[in-house]
């Protein structure tokens, strides 16, 4: 796992079910891992986000749509979703997906994969940084919720475009990296 550089992942989507709502939006970071010093240093190597056209937006949520910003004027040239998932599947492959609740991005994203017609490329171990604040944190009263928003304050980490996805996967990897730091 040490070799493989690491995708920060955040997605917005039309609501909380992908088998009914859909994926608008991926933000991510890639990060190299280097351990030449025996710890691990983050090298910066890449980041996008995709915009990615909803073919379903009746079956949006509006809870969902308010929470991410969807404004249709913004998204008029966005990609398809094949296209999206072509570049996504070609910036990240071989890296380990990394995303904050991984379980909710990992559905949205397997799904756009298989109905984009597109394989994934990502290497087979995915992180979660939730299950990782816990392993830390699970022993102090210090943090006792585990959102993004709230390891953000803990650790001092501005968040300016909170829900937009490149944002929070940009986030998600200055959390990540605080993450690593405590023993």
């Known amino acids: 796992m040490k070799k493989h550089n690491l995708a920060f992942i955040d997605t917005e989507t039309t609501g909380f079910n992908p088998d009914t709502q859909e994926l608008?939006?991926?933000g991510c970071v890639i990060m190299e891992q280097?351990?030449?010093t025996g710890k691990c240093v983050l090298k910066h190597v890449?980041?996008?986000e995709l915009k990615i056209k909803p073919e379903h937006?009746?079956?949006a949520d509006a809870q969902a749509l308010r929470v991410n910003g969807y404004e249709p004027a913004d998204w008029i040239f966005a990609y398809t979703l094949k296209e999206a998932m072509q570049i996504f599947a070609e910036k990240t492959k071989d890296a380990i997906f990394v995303a904050h609740n991984a379980c909710f991005d990992y559905m949205f994203i397997e799904k756009a994969f298989r109905l984009a017609g597109v394989k994934n490329e990502m290497h087979y171990h995915k992180l979660d940084t939730i299950a990782i604040a816990f392993a830390k944190f699970h022993h102090t009263d210090d943090v006792d919720k585990f959102s993004l928003r709230n390891l953000c304050e803990y650790f001092k980490i501005e968040n300016k475009n909170a829900h937009t996805a490149l944002s929070d996967a940009r986030a998600l990897a200055e959390v990540y990296e605080k993450l690593?730091?405590?023993?």
Request: zero cysteines.
């Open 34 to 36: 280097d351990w030449s």
């Open 57 to 59: 937006i009746e079956t």
């Open 24 to 26: 608008i939006q991926i």
């Open 46 to 48: 890449d980041e996008f």
């Open 180 to 183: 690593m730091q405590i023993k």
